[in-house]
């Protein structure tokens, strides 16, 4: 694996990637089910050994379940955040399958920073509602040239329904209710486990860049899955739509 002079040997990488996933599975019960989705979907479409673009790949939780279900895959996480790339590179030190960028989606010219000129499968999960609609938009028409013709685009995130208020709220109130019981188990909240990370001694310091690069955790408008899909169209896919959804979120694919 390329680029992995990051970390200490002392430090229990499997431990920090079991973290990242409870922390997460805490916002969202049905996760695992998103990815199971997913890559069911890059086994139809692409087949069982794909090169993978991980992007916004954060610890590499696509690519540690890509890997352990299609083991002759390849992959390349592509992230800007200093600690979650610590905590990737640590993950999945001496494996060749994967490779690992610093780039940041803003910057127009980060396709160039990859390894490969295309792509059978990009892949993206709750990374991505921190754009704002048009600046996802802009990222969406660098993607496409990225993905092989035949290959696929997926982004499994944030696509609420603004037609059905009342379904909505009622599943935000249930599904907070369930994360109120976990927090009383002792799940970490989002700010809780970056406290973590900033108190360990190897990941204290990227912690510390990261915080400086993005700020406190915002939000950009999330619109939904016929937006997406209608996007991806736009950006050259010849067909896009959801392929999985829950009450609040989706899994919109785009296939070239």
């Known amino acids: 694996m390329t680029d992995t002079a990051t970390g200490s040997f002392g430090t229990d990488w499997q431990a920090w990637q079991d973290s990242w996933d409870r922390q997460q599975e805490w916002y969202m019960p049905d996760r695992e089910e998103r990815f199971r989705v997913m890559l069911d979907m890059v086994e139809a479409l692409v087949g069982p050994a794909p090169r993978v673009l991980d992007l916004a790949c954060g610890t590499g939780s696509i690519t540690d379940r890509l890997l352990k279900r299609f083991p002759e895959a390849t992959s390349t996480g ?9 905590i990737a590179r640590g993950h999945f030190a001496g494996d060749d399958r994967v490779t690992f960028v610093t ?18 499968a990009v892949l993206t999960a709750t990374a991505l509602h921190w754009l704002p609609s048009a600046d996802l938009a802009v990222l969406y028409g660098r993607i496409a040239p990225l ?9 499994a995130d944030h ?6 208020p009342r379904i909505d709220a009622a599943e935000h109130a249930h599904r907070h209710a369930g994360m109120d019981r976990a927090r009383a188990l002792g799940v970490p909240d989002w700010r809780e486990w970056w406290a973590l990370a900033a108190a360990d001694p190897v990941l204290a310091e990227p912690t510390a860049a990261r915080f400086e690069i993005y700020g406190e955790h915002a939000d950009g408008d999330t619109p939904d899955e016929a937006w997406h899909a209608r996007t991806l169209r736009a950006a050259g896919f ?7 959804r829950s009450p609040s979120d989706a899994l919109v694919l785009g296939l070239k």
């Open 147 to 155: 993905v092989r013709p035949g290959g696929v685009f997926m982004n």
């Open 78 to 86: 592509l992230d800007l955040d200093p600690a979650l790339l610590t």
């Open 159 to 164: 696509m609420p329904d603004p037609a059905t």
């Open 103 to 120: 780039a940041d989606l803003k910057d127009p010219d980060w396709p160039a920073a990859l390894p490969y000129a295309s792509y059978d």
């Open 238 to 244: 010849a067909e896009a739509r959801s392929v999985w």
